[in-house]
Nanobody, 128 residues
């Protein structure tokens, strides 16, 4: 059973930075995509947007076009951890961020509905 545990959320002022961490366990293959999904207020997490995704096997990465100059996704394979570095945060970045994973793929995954496993989410609140 794949398990994901996020950490690193909190409150920050506009212009600040936050690094989210996702520790993953329960899979024995590198054919895994891990993504960070931003859940908009009032919507289900599956209706959110994938702001970044990484393919564990060959470290391919994808970041939402509008966030490419502020967000970075990375991994530490030795720690089974995926990170989302968010810089120059804006109030509109306020959301619950979920780490999610899907096993058996060959590339990054950009659609929330394609993820099979989800963490509990971590809240990021950006004040102006």
């Amino acid at each position: 059973q794949v398990q994901l545990m996020e950490s690193g959320g909190g409150s920050v002022q506009a212009g600040g930075s936050v690094r989210l961490s996702c520790v993953a366990s329960g899979y024995t293959t590198d054919s895994v995509a891990v993504g960070w999904i931003r859940q908009a207020p009032g919507k289900e997490r599956e209706e959110g947007e994938v702001v970044a995704s990484i393919f564990i096997g060959h470290d391919s990465k994808g970041v939402k076009d509008s966030e490419q100059d502020r967000f970075t996704i990375s991994q530490d394979k030795a720690k089974n951890t995926v990170y989302l570095q968010m810089n120059n945060l804006k109030p509109e970045d306020t959301a619950k961020y979920y780490c999610a994973a899907v096993v058996g793929v060959r590339w990054t995954v950009r659609a929330p509905l394609e993820y099979d496993y989800w963490g509990q989410g971590t809240q990021v609140t950006v004040s102006s």
